[in-house]
């Protein structure tokens, strides 16, 4: 009985030991490789009633899980304007993110999004998304989101919303309008899983056109 009970505790305690490892997850900071700045300066000319604080900052450094990787880079990409006006969809994840002509791709008038295959279903610690970055612009009505079903009809978790009337009609969005810079902006999709990453947009504060120099996702392997 005495020897069973040992056992017992000697077997609680490693698994006690396993779960707490696996709760203190190690955290490293993501490294970025980043385009060079178009402009300096703050903007005066974007009209916004939703927009973030402009501080004139870089994000500083963000952290995700220890083995999180670039999942995104050559992955597939579909879009709702099947034929951009300019570039080619491959673009979106082709690793160049310089800012001007001849590294965007532009979409069709109005609501449009593009959408990238990681080809299987990850735990996701970071989306960014370059739209355009050689001049200050705020892409209207910013939606990411993350699923299993190509079509995105069930199973869609929303990671970023900031449609903050509904008038893209994918639900009143809580997030801030924000200006489009060299750095990207990153969305955190605090480990969402799911093997599709959708960004929409409406427009911007230029034209009603919609623009992608580059998306990456990063992530680990669902469990
Ligand atoms: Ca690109
Ligand atoms: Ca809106």
Request: proline fraction near 5%; charged fraction near 20%.
């Given at each position: ?168 009609g994918l639900g009143i969005g809580k997030d801030k309008e924000y200006i489009e810079v060299a750095e990207g902006k990153l969305f ?15 427009g911007n504060t230029s034209n009603d056109l919609n623009h992608y120099v580059e998306v990456e996702v990063y992530g680990t392997p669902?469990?």
């Open positions: 009985m005495n020897k069973n009970l040992c056992a017992c505790t000697i077997l609680s305690a490693l698994v006690l030991a396993s779960v707490s490892t696996g709760l203190a997850q190690d955290k490293q900071e993501l490294k970025l490789q980043l385009p060079k700045p178009m402009f300096i300066g703050t903007p005066t000319n974007i009209k916004s009633a939703n927009l973030e604080p402009i501080t004139g900052k870089s994000r500083g450094p963000f952290l995700v899980p220890v083995g999180t990787r670039l999942l995104s880079l050559k992955r597939p990409v579909t879009s709702s304007d099947r034929q951009p006006v300019i570039g080619e969809l491959e673009m979106v994840t082709d690793s160049e993110k310089e800012g001007g002509d001849g590294y965007f791709i532009e979409l069709g008038p109005g609501k449009q999004w593009v959408q990238i295959d990681l080809g299987a279903a990850y735990a996701l610690h970071a989306i960014l998304a370059w739209h355009y970055h050689s001049q200050a612009r705020v892409y209207r009505d910013v939606v990411v989101q993350v699923s299993d079903d190509r079509d995105f009809l069930k199973g869609v978790s929303t990671v970023f919303n900031n449609d903050h009337d509904n008038s893209s955190d999709p605090k480990g969402t899983k799911g093997r599709y990453v959708r960004l929409w947009s409406s669902a469990k």
